[in-house]
Structures are given as structure tokens and as C-alpha cells.
């Protein structure tokens, strides 16, 4: 699990390769990971949009941007956590992931930038 903490927004993530949605024959590689954003802070923020930087290890790269996480936008209250589960599939067996999410503050309105950590996608027999 890599973790971050912006602003008081804390982030963290952990990946699953889903060798059962995989078909390396066709590199189609897919892995799941979990995201847990915890709210450190005194005020209650909301996740407004998201924006991923996705790396294959044959050097190709794509970028994903859009409202909220998996069609929410949540609001996270002080001390509280939000956490949801996506995927991502990759044409080689190893690749990563890092973004951004934009954050705005209950009390004020403001908006501010999360990082979201970059962290490996890779299927477990390549740590052999």
C-alpha cells in the first residue's frame, strides 16, 4: 500500500492483479485497486473530479480525467473515511499509476489539488 497526505487528505491505494479478466495472449492485463481517502482535517471535503496518469512498461501512456469516483462525488466529513474499488486494464503485465483528485472545502468553497500516489500495477509471477 503507498500512501500520501495533502492538505489533510489522506490517500491511500493497494492493487490486485485479476488474472481471471486477463488474456495476456491479446495484452489485456487488468488489476483492481482499492483507494481509501481519509479526511484529517477540521472541515468536510467533497471529491470533486479525478485525474489519472496511466503508465504501461512499453513506454505508452494515457491520461483519465472526469467527475468524482465511480459516479460519486462524496463528501468526506472530518475524521472520516471514504474508500471505493476500480480497475485498470494494461497492455503489458506492469505499469503504474498516479493522479490527482480535486478536493473543495464545505466551509469556504475552495478548491484544492490531492495527490494521489503513484503506485505499481504489476502481476505477481513478474516478482518471481
Not at 486477463?22 to 485497486?33: D, I
Request: charged share 25%; hydrophobic share 35%.
Amino acid at each position: 500500500m503507498v500512501t500520501a497526505i495533502t492538505d489533510g487528505v489522506k490517500v491511500s491505494v493497494e492493487t490486485v492483479y485479476q488474472p481471471e479478466y486477463s488474456n495476456p495472449a491479446n495484452e489485456h492485463y487488468m488489476f483492481a485497486y482499492r483507494v481509501e481517502i481519509s479526511n484529517l482535517s477540521d472541515y468536510a471535503v467533497q471529491l470533486m473530479r479525478r485525474q489519472w496518469f496511466i503508465f504501461d512498461s512499453n513506454s505508452s501512456r494515457r491520461e483519465v480525467e472526469g467527475e468524482g469516483v465511480v459516479g460519486l462525488q462524496p463528501i468526506i466529513q472530518p475524521g472520516e473515511t471514504h474508500i471505493y474499488v476500480s480497475g485498470c486494464n494494461l497492455k503489458t503485465d506492469m505499469g503504474s499509476m498516479k493522479g490527482a483528485y480535486l478536493m473543495k472545502r464545505d466551509i469556504d468553497g475552495s478548491e484544492f489539488e490531492v495527490d494521489i500516489p503513484e503506485f505499481q500495477l504489476v502481476a505477481p509471477y513478474k516478482l518471481n
